[in-house]
């Protein structure tokens, strides 16, 4: 498989520092939440509010780091819809998680496999 030269995130140093010794964690509910729909990525201390779908996807990739996962495999996270629908609402979730990643500071890519699927990739220091 060859990845493609798109890769998203900007991880920083003291991002990389701080992960290293924090693994990330997808938290269905947490404390002091009413809505049994709310989800967060927990690094260390920090939760950091998403969507369920968005962090099922982020789970599976983050998961299986460094390996690729295949389209269908994400697309099937995402219930029973037409399979063009379910392409569609896979690259929004990744496009959010890419922004996630971003603002947060996390050193982490995912990077486009062609043709295949998406791949998370921690960015060492």
């Known amino acids: 498989v060859v990845v493609s030269g798109d890769v998203f995130g900007t991880p920083t140093a ?15 509910r947490w404390a002091g939440q009413r809505n049994d729909r709310s989800w967060a990525l927990q690094v260390g201390n920090k939760l950091i509010p998403a969507g369920a779908n968005q962090l099922t996807i982020f789970e599976l990739l983050y ?12 697309c099937s996270l995402l219930g029973p819809t037409s399979s ?25 890519v995912i990077a486009v496999a062609s043709k295949v699927g998406y791949v998370l990739c921690r960015v060492l220091p």
């Open 63 to 74: 998961e299986n780091s460094g390996t690729v996962v295949s389209y269908a495999r994400l």
């Open 14 to 28: 003291e991002a990389n520092a701080a992960i290293t010794k924090q693994p990330l964690k997808v938290l269905r």
């Open 84 to 108: 063009g629908r379910r392409y569609h609402l896979l690259q929004e979730y990744i496009r959010r998680n890419v922004e996630m990643l971003e603002t947060n500071k996390l050193p982490y």
